[in-house]
């Protein structure tokens, strides 16, 4: 640590605007990036608080801290927050705009000007969000899928709040666009598809998710606000509509969008342990057709989510087949990245140890996916609490832990600091073992039955639910350790070089944080593969 | 999760345990193998790797082949024993159940209506799906059975339930403030508890006049619905003229009091014309005078139908899963000393305070959102769907509030 003020170097003080007007203006991917972070960090810290709210409830039978009515809202909101405002955008959004082009050798994205715009649709989008709760008529009840004919007679604000997840729908295939665009046509020389980064990779396959599948969803909402607004019926069984319907609708965007949500965390993933191994990524080809094959196979298991729902029984044995075939291309991953390790030279640096609890919480979460995808079993588990805690172990314990990897693992480079790595290790190790209490308990008392969405449950559910509680405190305890010590770091952290951690990419050759132009006045020429460690040192600091 | 051994519960289970176990196995390998290399390859020892190995396609294709064959397992068991939820044994019983905010009301095919689900043991029960409004989930966790309620749509589950106990039924589908309070029970009784359930049913519902033709097996020759019988239908009688053969003479003549009651003491003495003098005659030892009236009475149509039961109403439908009737806060106006109350209503856009009558009563039951209570959401359906009579019921109920 030192008490040195914190110097704004690089792309922080090279602005051809000065001042604020140089961030809100900016069409510099690597500041469109931090004005990401800041945000989705934010979002983040405020739906957790939600999400904390929500346990302190369930932490006994009867009203504890709110009502039913509260209750509904407050898992609605947290839903909503989480979904569109944290998960889809978190790493693609901040991350991707942050690395994507340097790893590529690229000075920008392909189209900065769109990049900004997406970049305000994510500010307009939140700010209906948060006005739709506060608004009269009160926050929106309806969970965050929308259901219908709830969704279409509930007072309160789903229209305001429909409108926002519109918007940001906007601002995820706008970047979508152009991180596939900008992957085609401004690789560096020498940058052929198989040097891509895996991080890449996946931010492609993710772009070709967003670009596809986020238009399901913006028809599916504007049919929502027809139904409020002027009562078309098209969801309504009672004037030749169907309820089914909606669901297939929400879904064949919805399900597409977990594995946005996934993919490019698997990509960070991806990324860290060959850099903490020294030993290229198991399998780069396999890893790479993995996550086409997951965008691809992940965009037709959408009626999953529907086997109790009165779908026909046909529909349930295709739809139960492809969620199994979806299984293969993540079981891959995991096997490749555990390979990676063989005969590796291990460093378990905050970055590492955030991975490796990636590979652990999401191999829990996809195995209790497949007792979700077998009919059968699913009959009992589908709208349970295991359900929650399964999405949580995919959704928090794959991606939320790929976040935090992310943040420990590029920090240093977009900040020029570094954090105390001693906080680090604690807060992770309480955040892991917070997070598995908390969710695990979770799913446990969904075997035994208690639905989801409930402020209100019977005595014998009781004592996991408290387990579940108390793992809450645990988990929230090690975030805020984990975020103060990170902003720490931003502020009075140790001046890092070029490339601390040993990694081989591009964005590690450029120094910390890098300038404007990412690359001197040559763009760089790749002459080795993104995990070639030979003669790659590691800087002190 | 008290009772395991109902055929539907085990179907269930054993896909679950058979994914659960090789879950967990294969989660056991991936941690023990991720933490072996870890610490065997840890920097402090391993300064440098000691491979540069980038793949290998021989193990890409084990585990691609392998979790492949694995995951197929579990999809064809998983469906195989998920055809056994759907598919319901030939001598199933039918219980149709609707689910609205927020309470669930069971009917039986003879017309009664409960709260609960009654089944007797060791029989199979078909449970037939509907819903009022917005979608909820019919969730049993000791049966393993669930399937969504979906407004203008039918569906079902079944389950079987081997022993004698009460099974939590939960909704399961979000469907708004009240759904972490929409659960009831089945209750499953024994066969002896289930009959005299059911013949209670009967003895509280029916007029004594029925009873009695049913008691007597007068319904065996003689149908209620018009159809033809060994003996005249007993359908519409009062008023109507008919001829009989007396004393070797055919003559025509209106049904009445005195007619019936000389047919039942005395059959043969006048037969209807085309049906045979076989009829055995009812003295006062088979059936007693009050009983005779009490049968003449049902028969010509003078039972005083039974006032429908104001409060039975109200829980059959649902009121008070939103209305209390104690008080409390809840998202609908209370409904005690509903009768004495003078309330805020807003009515096209303007407030209004009104005492609380019939006339507004009704209103308020046949259109509830027309005029909505200040402070409350228009969210209650139309009682339309109900008769006068029970309408009446239901308002002079609430007025003695």
């Avoid at chain 1, 030192?2 to 605007?17: A, H, I, M, V």
């Avoid at chain 1, 939140?126 to 608004?135: D, E, P, R, T």
């Avoid at chain 1, 990412?518 to 593969?529: A, H, L, Q, R, S």
């Avoid at chain 2, 007396?246 to 037969?271: N, V």
């Amino acid at each position: 640590m030192t008490n040195e003020p914190l110097k704004y170097t690089g792309f922080y003080s090279e602005s051809p605007r000065p001042g604020i007007l140089g961030w809100l203006l900016s069409t510099d991917h690597k500041r469109i990036g931090i004005m990401y972070l800041v945000c989705i960090v934010t979002m983040f810290l405020v739906a957790m608080c939600l999400g904390l709210a929500l346990r302190l409830e369930l932490i006994a039978p009867g009203p504890t801290i709110m009502g039913p009515q509260t209750y509904n809202a407050t898992f609605t909101v947290h839903g909503i927050i989480m979904i569109f405002l944290f998960i889809i955008p978190s790493i693609p959004a901040a991350f991707g705009n942050l690395v994507l082009p340097i790893q590529i050798g690229a000075r920008d994205v392909s189209f900065p000007k769109l990049n900004l715009l997406s970049w305000y649709c994510y500010i307009i989008g939140g700010i209906l969000a948060v006005i739709s709760i506060f608004a009269g008529g009160g926050a929106p009840d309806t969970g965050w899928t929308f259901y219908v004919p709830f969704s279409t007679q509930t007072t309160t604000n789903v229209n305001l709040a429909v409108t926002g997840a519109l918007m940001l729908g906007f601002s995820s295939m706008l970047t979508g666009i152009n991180f596939v665009t900008t992957i085609h046509r401004l690789r560096a020389e020498g940058m052929g598809w198989g040097r891509l980064p895996m991080f890449v990779w996946t931010l492609y396959s993710t772009a070709w998710i967003q670009i596809l599948a986020t238009p399901m969803l913006g028809i599916t909402l504007i049919l929502i606000v027809l139904e409020r607004v002027f009562g078309a019926g098209l969801f309504d069984a009672a004037r030749g509509g169907d309820p089914i319907l909606y669901q297939h609708l929400f879904w064949i965007y919805s399900h597409p969008a977990v594995y946005i949500m996934i993919l490019p965390g698997m990509g960070v993933i991806s990324e860290i342990i060959p850099t903490f191994s020294r030993k290229p990524l198991f399998g780069y080809w396999a890893m790479a057709f993995s996550s086409l094959a997951i965008a691809f196979a992940g965009s037709l298991v959408w009626a999953h989510h529907m086997y109790a729902s009165g779908m026909s029984d046909f529909a349930i044995l295709v739809f139960s087949f492809l969620t199994f075939i979806v299984a293969i291309p993540s079981a891959i991953k995991v096997f490749n990245w555990v390979s990676t390790l063989y005969k590796g030279s291990i460093q378990l640096a905050p970055p590492m140890l955030h991975a490796l609890a990636f590979i652990f919480n999401f191999a829990i979460g996809g195995l209790g996916g497949l007792a979700l995808g077998a009919a059968a079993s699913d009959i009992h588990l589908h709208d349970t609490t295991f359900v929650v805690g399964h999405f949580h172990y995919t959704m928090f314990g794959g991606t939320g832990f790929a976040f935090f990897a992310a943040l420990h693992y590029w920090l240093p480079k977009f900040t020029g600091r570094m954090y105390n790595h001693k906080i680090a290790v604690i807060s992770w190790g309480l955040v892991f073992v917070g997070f598995n209490v908390t969710y695990m308990a979770m799913q446990a008392v969904g075997v035994q039955g208690m639905p989801r969405r409930y402020y209100d449950y019977l005595p014998e559910f009781m004592p996991l639910n408290v387990v579940s509680t108390v793992g809450s405190w645990v988990l929230a305890i090690g975030l805020v350790m984990m975020f103060v010590n990170l902003w720490n770091g931003i502020r009075r952290g140790h001046p890092v070089g070029k490339n601390p951690w040993g990694s081989a990419t591009l964005e590690w050759t450029i120094p910390s944080p890098p300038p404007m132009e990412n690359f001197g006045e040559e763009d760089p020429i790749v002459t080795k593969g993104p995990y070639d460690y030979k003669g790659v040192v590691a800087d002190e600091y | 999760m008290n009772q395991l051994n109902n055929p539907t519960a085990q179907a269930v289970d054993n896909v679950l345990i058979y994914i659960f176990g090789f879950s967990l196995l294969l989660l056991l390998g991936i941690t023990v193998v991720t933490i072996y290399f870890v610490v065997k390859y840890r920097r402090s020892k391993c300064p440098e790797p000691t491979s540069q190995v980038e793949g290998s396609w021989l193990l890409e294709t084990i585990w691609t082949v392998l979790p492949i064959i694995i995951v197929m397992t579990m999809f064809w068991y998983g469906w195989s024993n998920y055809v056994g939820l759907r598919e319901i044994p030939a001598d199933a019983m039918e219980v149709k159940a609707t689910a609205r905010m927020w309470s669930w009301q069971f009917e039986y095919p003879d017309g009664r209506k409960e709260t609960k689900l009654y089944v007797p043991v060791n029989k199979p029960v078909k449970v037939l799906l509907y819903s009022t409004d917005v979608l909820h989930s019919f969730f049993v966790p000791a049966f393993r059975i669930k399937r969504d309620t979906v407004p203008n749509m039918e569906s079902y589950v079944w389950f079987q339930a081997p022993e004698t106990g009460s099974y939590d039924i939960f909704c399961a589908e979000y469907c708004g403030v009240g759904h972490a309070d929409m659960t009831t029970s089945v209750e499953v009784l024994s066969e002896e508890d289930y009959a005299q359930w059911a013949s209670s049913a009967t003895v509280s519902a029916d007029p004594r006049g029925l009873i009695v033709l049913n008691e007597q097996g007068c319904i065996g020759c003689h149908s209620l619905d018009g159809t033809e019988n060994i003996g005249p239908s007993l359908f519409e009688l009062a008023g109507n003229p008919r001829e009989i053969e007396k004393d070797g003479k055919t003559i025509e003549i209106i049904i009445d009091e005195a007619y019936l009651q000389r047919a039942i003491r005395d059959p043969d003495a006048e037969i209807t014309k085309g049906f045979d003098p076989m009829m055995p005659a009812y003295d006062e030892e088979a059936i007693n005078n009050e009983d005779l009236q009490a049968v003449v009475d049902y028969l010509l149509g003078k039972v005083a139908e039974e006032e429908p039961d104001g409060d039975r109403l109200m829980v059959e439908n649902g009121c008070i899963g939103c209305h209390s009737l104690d008080g409390s806060e809840s998202i609908a106006p209370t409904f005690k000393g509903i009768g004495q109350r003078e309330v805020t209503i807003e009515r096209d856009g303007q407030s209004v305070t009104i005492k609380v009558d019939a006339e507004y009563l009704r209103r308020a039951l046949l259109d509830p959102n027309a005029e909505i209570v200040k402070g409350f959401a228009p969210m209650m359906p139309a009682a339309d769907y109900l008769s006068a009579e029970e309408i009446d019921a239901i308002i002079k109920r609430l007025l003695q509030e």
